[in-house]
C-alpha cells in the first residue's frame, strides 16, 4: 500500500487484518484501538486491539458492503493501569503503600467526574488512611474497579496515527 498511497482491495464480507507498532518512552502501560468507518461516515467505529508482544497489536474488521472504507489506529498511556501494576508489585514486596493509594485515588476522581457514584466511593475508601492497608489495595486491585475505568479511560494525550488509510471494497468477480 507504499504507506498508505494506494488502498487495499477486498470483496464484501472480507475481514481486513491491521498490524501496528504502538509504544511509549518508559514502562507505561499502552493501549491502541482500530477506528474504522465508511467513507463519508461522521462516526469511527473502534475495536480494541490486541497485544501480540514486543509493541506489536493487531485488530481486524469485517466489511461488509461495496464501496469506500477508511482506517486508522490510536494509542495512549493507560495512566490507570500503569498506576495499578506499580501498586501491584509494590503491595506484593509489602512495601507502605500509602502515597500510591492517594495517587490512585486522584486518578479515579479525574475519571468520577463525568458521571461515577460509585467511583466516589472508591476515592473516599482509597484515601481512607483509617482503614486496613490490605483492604485499601484490595479494593484498587479489584476487577470492577480496573473495568470501569477501562470505560472511561483518559485519552487526552492519544496520539493518532496521521494517515487515515483506505480500502476498496469491490464484488467477488474483482478478485480474478
Known amino acids: 500500500?507504499?504507506?498508505?498511497?494506494?488502498?487495499?482491495?477486498?470483496?464484501?464480507?472480507?475481514?481486513?487484518?491491521?498490524?501496528?507498532?504502538?509504544?511509549?518512552?518508559?514502562?507505561?502501560?499502552?493501549?491502541?484501538?482500530?477506528?474504522?468507518?465508511?467513507?463519508?461516515?461522521?462516526?469511527?467505529?473502534?475495536i480494541p486491539m490486541e497485544p501480540l508482544g514486543n509493541d506489536r497489536w493487531k485488530a481486524r474488521f469485517t466489511v461488509a458492503e461495496l464501496g469506500e472504507y477508511e482506517y486508522t489506529i490510536e494509542g495512549w498511556?493507560?495512566?490507570?493501569?500503569?498506576?495499578?501494576?506499580?501498586?501491584?508489585?509494590?503491595?506484593?514486596?509489602?512495601?507502605?503503600?500509602?502515597?500510591?493509594?492517594?495517587?490512585?485515588?486522584?486518578?479515579?476522581?479525574?475519571?468520577?467526574q463525568s458521571d461515577g457514584e460509585g467511583l466516589t466511593q472508591t476515592v473516599a475508601a482509597l484515601e481512607d488512611t483509617n482503614a486496613v492497608m490490605a483492604a485499601r489495595v484490595s479494593r484498587a486491585l479489584a476487577e470492577p474497579l480496573?473495568?470501569?475505568m477501562a470505560r472511561r479511560t483518559d485519552r487526552t494525550h492519544a496520539t493518532r496515527y496521521?494517515?487515515?488509510?483506505?480500502?476498496?471494497v469491490d464484488r467477488a468477480r474483482a478478485r480474478f
Open 1 to 46: 500500500i507504499d504507506c498508505g498511497r494506494f488502498p487495499i482491495k477486498r470483496t464484501a464480507g472480507e475481514e481486513v487484518v491491521v498490524l501496528a507498532d504502538v509504544h511509549s518512552d518508559g514502562h507505561d502501560v499502552v493501549v491502541a484501538t482500530l477506528l474504522w468507518r465508511r467513507t463519508g461516515d461522521g462516526c469511527w467505529s473502534e
Open 77 to 112: 498511556i493507560d495512566r490507570f493501569e500503569t498506576w495499578r501494576v506499580e501498586l501491584s508489585k509494590k503491595a506484593d514486596a509489602g512495601q507502605d503503600v500509602s502515597s500510591e493509594l492517594l495517587e490512585g485515588a486522584a486518578i479515579v476522581r479525574r475519571a468520577a
Open 162 to 168: 496521521d494517515r487515515v488509510l483506505k480500502v476498496t
Open 146 to 148: 480496573r473495568s470501569e
